[in-house]
DNA sequence: GTCTATAAGAGGATAGAC
DNA sequence: GTCTATCCTCTTATAGAC
């Protein structure tokens, strides 16, 4: 057969083949290191695999940390929160916001982030992966909520400044937080919620529907 | 003398200090490459010296990258727009968001921010200093702006939420534009004016003075 | 301060046995 | 597919002459 095998578990508890253990083994390294100052020793050591056991299953460095960086992207940004049942506009906005707040400033996530804008001019499908992950499904996301509360008449945000809504409102609620969180600084005195109290507030102060 | 002499232009018109020339080709170097992959070869290369010189003016490689990021930080943040007078709070903030925005996209502004998020983690002196110089200072600028438009009556901000407020608002202009342009992909058709426009609507519909 | 030459080692990738 | 051993290049940093 030509697939891999089942391998014993070499970096946790549950079973991995030697794949799935190199590429957990890449992330932690690559994600850690950088791509330039991670070496393939070291992700061979961590994955408790020869060098040439990685060569056998990825073409070279780019293309292992292109597979890690793919997989790493989706299982990250799979979820950015299920849509619940609701009657109020900044419930659900809050909701949402809170969520995705939480889901930006996750320590996995800023990692990914970090090493992606790094080597986003060498590798553009990198970048390209990075960006239909993340913040092409929570625009979408968000986006979606802001139509069906338009229809539900619980907001008013004309079907053409949908998007252009949605990219202010989550770069209200990114703010000075991301930014902090990416270049590793401690987390201003101001808390997710506020900002996220805010940047609602003033949304409806513009969009919300005329009572 | 224990000051470095002047030297024969070795990178461009101006007649540049030894110690300048390498500082200009290690911020060639760093900035396309990334730290990792930069080597102090190819910096020498590129000042026109060797690579004795070059350890004669910078301890090692870090300390290198490390004066390098400092001193280009000053100079691409030094100026977010100066203050005109104005009498109308819309043209005012217009003026200064497109300084903004125009300051963030600019291709070096990406190069210095992709490098210093890529080796905060590890380098936690340049992430302070890229946000000193950076982030704290629009934030300032814009503080005090609408401060001096809620004294003028131009706005109505209270000196609480001034700081709160400013965050949005830079977040905002942001938007995706950064983060697309910092991953190196196309500009979005929506341009920077459209943006800036609508950002300014948002803050007057909650912040502008009540007529 | 500046150079040439080189030490000392890390890192990507492969050969060949099993 | 997997391993051990190795090739060879590139890289940081320094020694020693001027």
Redesign the interface.
């Known amino acids: 057969m030509s697939r891999p095998k089942k391998a014993a578990a070499c970096c946790g508890d549950a079973p991995m083949t030697k794949h799935q253990c190199i590429l957990a083994a890449a992330q932690e390294v690559f994600l850690e290191?950088?791509?330039?100052?991670a070496s393939m020793d070291a992700v061979a050591a961590r994955a408790n695999v020869s060098k040439a056991t990685i060569y056998a299953h990825f073409e070279n460095k780019r293309a292992l940390f292109e597979a890690m960086i793919s997989a790493r992207c989706e299982a990250t940004f799979s979820d950015l929160g299920v849509p619940e049942a609701y009657t109020d506009a900044r419930q659900a906005l809050l909701e949402l916001a809170l969520h995705f707040l939480n889901l930006i400033v996750a320590p996995e996530a800023l990692?990914i982030?970090?090493?992606?804008?790094?080597?986003?001019?060498r590798l553009?499908e990198v970048?390209?992966a990075?960006?239909a992950a993340g913040?092409i499904r929570a625009?979408a996301r968000i986006g979606a909520l802001f139509s069906d509360l338009t229809r539900r008449g619980l907001m008013a945000v004309p079907d053409c400044?949908t998007?252009?809504?949605t990219?202010?409102f989550?770069?209200?609620?990114?703010?000075?937080i991301h930014?902090?969180a990416?270049?590793?600084?401690p987390p201003n005195e101001?808390s997710i919620q506020?900002?996220a109290d805010?940047?609602v507030?003033?949304?409806m102060?513009?969009y919300g529907a005329k009572a």
Do not use: Q, W
């Not at 982030?113 to 001019?121: G, I, K, M, W």
């Not at 989550?170 to 000075?176: A, E, Q, T």
């Open positions: 290191a950088g791509y330039a100052a990692a982030h970090r090493v992606v804008l790094a080597e986003a001019p553009p970048g390209e990075f960006y913040p625009h400044d998007s252009l809504v990219d202010l989550l770069g209200m609620l990114k703010s000075d930014t902090r990416l270049l590793n600084l101001r506020s900002i805010a940047a507030d003033m949304l102060a513009r």
